[in-house]
Each structure stands twice: as structure tokens, then as C-alpha cells.
């Protein structure tokens, strides 16, 4: 097998001051604005040194509309050049290029016909990550990290099947590279002698947060030229490796393309693998200097930066954190694990005070899953700290590693439901369906701020694994509960009367039951309409079980799939219990249709469901 190394120029360390309009640092004067082209082909037809203008539009254009519409701004900024370069190499769609979790995909969708971005994030609008629907040269929505390697090496073998030339291309990130599938890839990848696979390494130090772990280290020793020619690890693997080639300078950029698809159309060698060094956020002074993710997303702001911020609302997040916090103070046995998002996650504070007490994997969901359990084993308190989504990368680590052996591991869910803007790969629907199938997990969905508070040192105090989930955003105002049961608190309703329906509202969509049901009881006010939380949510007591049989009608309410779910288990204990003599309660389950939901507001989302108060209300008429 011949490998060959191209050692190309390693960018300066030192930092400069730029502006959203000029992103070339070392320029005496920033180059004049190039339009931006129509397609890939117009791309490849450009001159060389219109190249540095059409940058510097797409920068101003990054920037400019996502000032309005918010969204993934720091990556975008760091792969201008990058993203150039490969459409000038390499002719997408027939030579696919496939974009790691694809929230660094707008210059490329800018390059291939929608230079505008029209409606960004917004419903009906350009979706924040590669979109079948959109484009031929979208090919991956799945926006969870670390599968491009595999997606672009099996494109490859297919091509290759089919007697069709070209190439085949994943661009990854030194974090997605953390990830168990990317290692499992590469390693399939360094055996497959004749494979067209061109692998690009976008290496910019971090994914959220700064890359961890061995593998961090070496990229770090490459940066630095502390490795000689050869010794790389993707060399002993048996790749080509290119690099480390600066990712802000088109002419090293098109010079290392080139030399990748030589070895790439090298019959007697494997993959290759381009390392390539960028920055986040380049040529943005404000994501630049933001030390904690480089503006990685962002909501809509002004383009002038503002002295004084008001204080935002405290979010569901915060107020985790914080709970968290107060409870590693109490408990020295409990210990913090992230999938490489410490910040987002909420685990800044209790980081900032304990440092060795928060651990990150990297971006390994299924890695923080098993150590929690070791760390359960070993007689600590682990809490796993993910989004909701991301769970579902380690359900058989929660099956059959923490819950089979009984292992006391807390797992705390952020962005459950319906998340919103990111789309169908980032809303957290699936968790509350995956958890019913769990044995011996408990479940907490709070209603508020102050049954999340309470929450996370329930969960720490329960035996076997426990999950505690709360959606994306603000907190809502607090939801006291007017009377005390054994299956849970009452928010609406006469607690001692006969039920005519029992409305059961599992987590933060509470306040819009008992909208629904104060606007039920306005029309008929002689039915009795009991809201009832059952604070914990699983496993379903029997106290929640002699309630339901009790009442004329259940409805369950839930921000997750409905015919999976917390409901759908209640309506099966239910009907194990029915006879002829007692068939039972009639039986309605609120939530989530089993679809992919594209990206929309949270609140229209969930009134397109059924799930706001009048949608609920319109399920309880339904029923009389």
C-alpha cells in the first residue's frame, strides 16, 4: 500500500482583528466583493482571485442573516474557504459531499442555490441542516454526529459497485471524530484498498466545547509539528493522510484537494484523509472572542454589538444546573458526565466550582452511559447530563449495562419534546416511548421550575437508573398543586368528587391542561374534569392505576410519541385489569404522531399536535 504524505503550510497562531466583511487576516486591504455564484458549476468557472471576494460575501451574508433569523453562525464562519475549496474539487451531487452533523452546511447550501437562505430555521423555510427536499446535493439530514465517514465509504463501495468514477466525500470535525462510530469507521475504511473515500478532517479544537481525550492530544502534536512525516496515526492506520493545511488559504486548501484525489484514484491504497485547521467563527470579532463556544449558535442579534444585555429569563437549564449543583454540594459521591456539552447541558457551574467532578467523554453518548455505570459500581452517584435526542444513540447502554445490573445512574434529558428550530434529527420525542421499556427505571417530568428543584435529588435517592427530562427554553410561571392524592397532585378539578375525566399531564404542557380544562368546565360545569400530575411518572403506581379505573375517561398528556409512551403504558395496565362486567375507563392518549416534524416554532409545532390548550380541549369535547 502506498501512502503519501503532503505537508503543507500550518497556519499562524497569532490572532488578528477582523470584521463580518473581511475575512482575510494578513490583507492590506479586504478584497472586493464577488457575487456569490449561482451554482457549483459557475463556482468551478470563477478565477482564482475572485476567490478571497466571494468569501468575504459569504461572511457579511452569514453574518447578516443570522442576525435575523439566529442558527449556527460559528461553524459556518470557520468552513467559508473550506467549503469553496471542495465544491471547486469536487462536482456534488455526482461526487456526494457528506456534512458531519450538517450545522456547518449553509455556505454549502449558499453555493448550491440558495444563496439567500430564504426563511432560515422559520417553517416552510431553508432548514438549519442538509435537507433531501431542498437540494440534490443534500444528501444526510441526520444531524447527530459522527456518522459521515461510514455515509461517505458506503457511497463509495456503491459507486465503486456500480462502475461509476469519482469520489466520495466526509467532512467531519476533530469532536464528531470523538465518537465511537467515526473510530469504527476509519478502521474499516484504512483496510479497503482502491476505496475513493476522501475523508476531510475539519479541526478547529473543538465541537461545543474543546475537544477531550487521547485523539485531541495527537491532532494537537500534528498542529504543532511535533510529529514527523509518517508517524501520524491515520498513516499507521493505513490511510493517506494530507495535511495539516491551513483552512482560511484557498490556494493551500485547492493544493491539498488535489492532492487527495490523486490518492484517492490511487488503485493500491486506501482512504485518505485531508487534515485540515480552521477557526470558529473566523472573521466575526464577536464569535471569535466568545470563549465558551465561539457564537456555535445564536439567536437573532444586532449587528452592532450592545454595551448592556438585560438579564435573560431563567431557563429550564439554569435552573438544572443549579439543582445539580446544590446536590454534588450535599453529596461528595456525585459526579457530572457530558457527550461534549458541558455549557448547553447545564454543567458550567457545578465545572467552574468542581472540576474534577465533572467529567467529558467527548462526543460518545454510549462511552458516558457505561462509565457512568462503572462509576455506579464503584459506589459513586454519576448523573449523565444529555439532550433528549441524543439519548436515543445509547439505548442499549441504558437497557442492558445500567438497568440490567440495577446500576445507579441519573440521566437528565434537556430539550425533550419538541424542540423546534433544528428539526426532525434534534426533537427530543422519542425518550418517554424508549423509557416505558426499561425495567426498573424511574421517570420525572416536571411542571415547572419548582418540581425540577425537587426532581434531581428524588432522582439521586432512587434505586436503579432514573431519568429526569425538561424541554428546551424559559421556565414557566409556577403551577401550585391545589390538593395532595397518593397517584400525584391535583391541578384542576374537584380531588373529592366522582371523575368523569381523568386528564393525566406528564412534564411542562401541565399548564395547558389545566387551560383545557377550566375552558371545559365553563361549558359544562357539572363534569368534573380532574388534572392530576403525577409528579412521578414512572413507574406507574398503583395508586395512579386505581384512580384511572375509577374515573369514566382517561387522557393522558405528553410531549413525546402517543402511541408509545407514558400513556399508551397506562392504557395497556388498564386494559390488563378490564372484564365484561368493567370494561374499564374510555381511553384517549394526547401527544406526538409517529412522523419526523420538520422545523417550525415549538408552539406551532405542538398546535399542529393537538397540544396546545384549545387542541386539548377540542380531545375532551370529543369525548362527551
Not at 279 to 305: M, Q
Not at 383 to 389: F, I, N, R
Request: charged share 20%.
Amino acid at each position: 500500500m502506498s501512502t503519501t504524505e503532503q505537508r503543507l503550510a500550518t497556519p499562524s497562531r497569532g490572532r488578528e482583528e477582523v470584521t463580518p466583511s473581511a475575512p482575510a487576516a494578513d490583507a492590506a486591504t479586504p478584497p472586493s466583493e464577488v457575487p456569490i455564484c449561482a451554482d457549483p458549476e459557475a463556482l468551478r468557472g470563477l478565477p482564482a482571485e475572485q476567490l478571497p471576494g466571494l468569501a468575504r460575501t459569504l461572511r457579511r451574508r452569514l453574518v447578516e442573516i443570522c442576525s435575523l433569523s439566529g442558527g449556527h453562525l460559528g461553524p459556518n464562519l470557520g468552513v467559508v474557504e473550506l467549503t469553496i475549496a471542495l465544491h471547486r474539487e469536487f462536482r456534488s451531487p455526482a461526487e456526494p459531499i457528506v456534512f458531519d452533523t450538517g450545522h456547518q452546511a449553509y455556505v454549502h447550501k449558499m453555493l448550491t442555490g440558495r444563496a439567500d437562505l430564504a426563511g432560515l430555521r422559520t417553517a416552510g423555510g431553508i432548514a438549519g441542516y442538509p435537507d433531501r427536499c431542498e437540494s440534490a446535493h443534500d444528501l444526510v439530514e441526520n444531524s447527530h454526529a459522527s456518522g459521515s465517514i461510514a455515509w461517505a465509504h458506503g457511497l463509495d463501495r456503491a459507486h465503486r459497485l456500480a462502475g461509476a468514477d469519482g469520489a466520495a466525500v466526509a467532512v467531519i470535525g476533530d469532536g464528531a471524530l470523538t465518537g465511537g462510530v467515526g473510530l469504527e469507521a476509519l478502521n474499516l475504511l484504512a483496510a479497503d484498498r482502491g476505496s475513493r473515500t476522501v475523508v476531510v478532517l475539519n479541526d478547529n479544537t473543538r465541537s461545543y466545547a474543546p475537544t477531550v481525550g487521547g485523539i485531541a492530544e495527537h491532532l494537537g502534536a500534528l498542529r504543532a509539528g511535533e510529529v514527523r512525516a509518517g508517524e501520524d496515526m491515520f498513516t499507521a492506520l493505513g490511510l493517506t493522510y494530507v495535511g495539516p493545511v491551513d483552512g482560511h488559504d484557498l490556494g493551500a486548501l485547492a493544493q491539498a484537494l488535489t492532492a487527495a484525489r490523486r490518492a484517492a484514484e490511487d488503485p493500491s491504497s486506501s482512504g485518505v484523509l485531508v487534515h485540515v485547521l480552521t477557526r470558529k467563527g473566523a472573521g466575526f470579532a464577536r464569535a471569535e472572542s466568545d470563549a465558551v463556544d465561539h457564537w456555535h449558535a445564536t439567536g437573532p442579534f444586532p449587528l452592532e454589538a450592545e454595551e448592556t444585555k438585560s438579564a435573560p429569563a431563567e431557563t429550564w437549564t439554569s435552573r438544572f444546573g443549579a439543582a445539580l449543583l446544590a446536590a454534588a454540594r450535599a453529596d461528595e459521591r456525585v459526579i457530572a458526565l457530558s457527550a461534549a456539552m458541558i455549557d448547553p447541558v447545564g454543567l458550567t457551574p457545578m465545572q467552574r466550582e468542581m472540576p474534577g467532578r465533572v467529567l467529558d467523554v467527548g462526543i460518545a453518548e454510549q462511552l458516558a452511559l457505561d462509565t457512568a455505570a462503572g462509576l455506579s459500581a464503584g459506589g459513586r452517584k454519576p448523573v449523565v447530563s444529555l439532550y433528549a435526542t441524543f439519548l436515543n444513540r445509547a439505548i442499549d447502554q441504558l437497557l442492558l449495562d445500567i438497568a440490567l445490573h440495577g446500576e445507579e445512574v441519573t440521566i437528565t434529558l434537556d430539550r425533550a419534546g419538541v424542540t423546534g428550530d433544528d428539526g426532525p434529527s434534534h426533537h427530543g420525542i422519542w425518550d418517554l416511548a424508549l423509557a416505558t421499556h426499561v425495567p426498573g427505571l424511574s421517570l420525572w417530568a416536571p411542571r415547572d421550575a419548582a418540581r425540577l428543584d425537587a426532581a434531581v435529588p428524588a432522582a439521586l435517592a432512587t434505586a436503579g437508573p432514573s431519568l429526569v427530562r425538561f424541554p428546551k427554553g424559559a421556565c414557566p410561571p409556577e403551577l401550585p398543586a391545589l390538593a395532595q392524592l397518593p397517584a400525584g397532585e391535583v391541578l384542576a378539578g374537584d380531588a373529592g368528587a366522582p371523575i368523569d375525566i381523568l386528564l393525566v399531564s406528564i412534564g411542562a404542557l401541565a399548564g395547558r391542561a389545566v387551560e383545557a380544562a377550566a375552558e371545559i368546565s365553563q361549558s359544562h360545569p357539572d363534569l368534573n374534569v380532574l388534572v392530576l400530575d403525577p409528579v412521578q411518572a414512572l413507574p406507574l403506581g398503583e395508586e395512579l392505576l386505581d384512580l384511572a379505573a375509577s374515573a369514566r375517561a382517561v387522557v393522558t398528556l405528553e410531549d413525546g410519541l402517543a402511541e408509545s409512551g407514558i400513556g399508551a403504558a397506562l392504557g395497556t395496565r388498564l386494559a390488563g385489569c378490564a372484564t365484561l362486567a368493567a370494561p374499564g375507563p374510555v381511553l384517549r392518549t394526547l401527544g406526538i404522531e409517529r412522523e419526523f416534524i420538520p422545523h417550525s416554532k415549538r408552539d406551532a409545532i405542538l398546535a399542529a399536535q393537538g397540544l396546545d390548550a384549545d387542541g386539548i380541549a377540542k380531545s375532551l369535547r370529543d369525548l362527551l
